[in-house]
């Protein structure tokens, strides 16, 4: 499984985006880039996923390196609701689980 | 649409009991799988179950088993608790296998069981 790095923490204010980073220097060439989000006292909600272009839905977009080596999630207009763990998550071809790192704890101020 | 549901949502036990957490997968989802998730840490994968058959384990001691029924609900059982075992157990299902055909299915988690070994 590719080891990623997120910082353990970070702040930011409602109504403005959210950039939240994500190092996954280990990555292999077929592995997806998944991110899920736990709100409290929920479970994990999947976000968004891809592989090597730009993806965007309804709730965020993932902007990927090109090396493929670092992630960014992007928040375009955080609220209160968003403020929440974000988990980055690669996943090989094949892979029969989630494997969870420990993730980026967001704050969001009103 | 009913979301994946867990029972019970609570649990209390002592040392050396078992246990048995239950779940019930989406309408129409075949795959279950079951995370624990100790306070302040990630999910950390016990068992994924697809059609009933066991597709993969996690590093988790025997104590640790879990079946899946035709209906595709299924069930957790944890055997000699210990202290170390309180923790969130989360449940989680998709439509088919995580990766098939090389697309990606989405899990969808339940709220979890809370358990705590006093």
């Known amino acids: 499984d590719a080891k990623t790095t997120q910082p353990n923490s970070m702040e930011s204010n409602e109504e403005e985006p959210v950039h939240l980073p994500c190092n996954h220097s280990?990555?292999?060439?077929?592995?997806?880039i998944h991110w899920y989000r736990q709100l409290p006292s929920q479970g994990p909600e999947y976000v968004i996923h891809g592989l090597t272009s730009n993806v965007n839905n309804r709730m965020a977009s993932l902007a990927i390196a090109e090396d493929r080596k670092s992630s960014t999630l992007i928040l375009h207009r955080a609220t209160l609701r968003d403020a929440a763990v974000y988990y980055c998550i690669p996943m090989g071809a094949g892979a029969q689980k989630l494997v969870f790192g420990q993730g980026t704890r967001l704050t969001i101020n009103p | 649409d009913a979301g994946v549901t867990q029972s019970p949502t609570h649990l209390i036990k002592t040392r050396g009991q078992h246990v048995t957490l239950r779940c019930s997968p989406i309408?129409?989802?075949?795959?279950v799988s079951w995370y624990q998730q100790v306070l302040g840490q990630g999910p950390q994968f016990i068992f994924q179950?697809?059609?009933?058959?066991?597709?993969g384990r996690g590093n988790f001691p025997d104590r640790f088993s879990a079946r899946q029924f035709p209906n595709y609900s299924s069930e957790l059982n944890v055997n000699a608790l210990l202290l170390g075992d309180s923790a969130l157990y989360l449940c989680a299902s998709s439509s088919s296998s995580l990766r098939y055909r090389g697309f990606y299915n989405e899990q969808f988690f339940g709220p979890g069981t809370r358990l705590t070994v006093l």
């Open positions: 179950y697809y059609e009933k058959e066991e597709r």
């Open positions: 280990t990555i292999s060439g077929t592995d997806y």
């Open positions: 309408s129409g989802h075949k795959s």
